[in-house]
């Protein structure tokens, strides 16, 4: 069964950085992506960045490069998000996920959405306020 458990959330100032973490476990497959998303009240859930298990390679949205970093340790089964330079509109729930088929072409033609993963943990909040 897989799980996906974030932590790191909670109330900054704008400007400020702050590091999500998703720990993983479950997983048996020998690659797959995972991802951040986050969510706003009465919107869909908006994908910011990507990285695949194996080779670490990176996929972010417009709206995530530059500012936000995603990375993963294969020791810890953990996957982060490092956000800097906060601001109000990031306020959010942030949530990890996974999926199962990883492709490297179809991640780099910047499409993915939230159809395309299998699992989900249950989503941190973030809240940027002065």
């Known amino acids: 069964q897989v799980q996906l458990v974030e932590s790191g959330g909670g109330l900054v100032q704008p400007g400020d950085s702050l590091q999500l973490a998703c720990a993983a476990s479950?997983?048996?497959?020998?690659?797959?992506?995972m991802a951040w998303f986050r969510q706003v009240p009465g919107k869909g859930r908006k994908f910011l960045a990507a990285i695949s298990w194996n080779e670490g390679r990176t996929y972010y949205a417009s709206t995530a490069r530059g500012r936000f970093a995603i990375s993963r340790d294969k020791n810890k089964n953990t996957t982060s998000l490092l956000m800097n330079n906060l601001k109000a509109e990031d306020t959010a729930i942030y949530y990890c996920?996974?999926?199962?088929?990883?492709?490297?072409?179809?991640?780099?033609?910047?499409?993915?959405?939230?159809?395309?993963?299998?699992?989900w943990g249950q989503g941190t909040q973030v809240t940027v306020s002065s």
């Open positions: 479950g997983l048996t497959l020998n690659d797959y992506g």
């Open positions: 996920a996974v999926d199962r088929d990883y492709n490297d072409y179809y991640y780099g033609l910047d499409l993915l959405d939230d159809g395309d993963f299998d699992f």
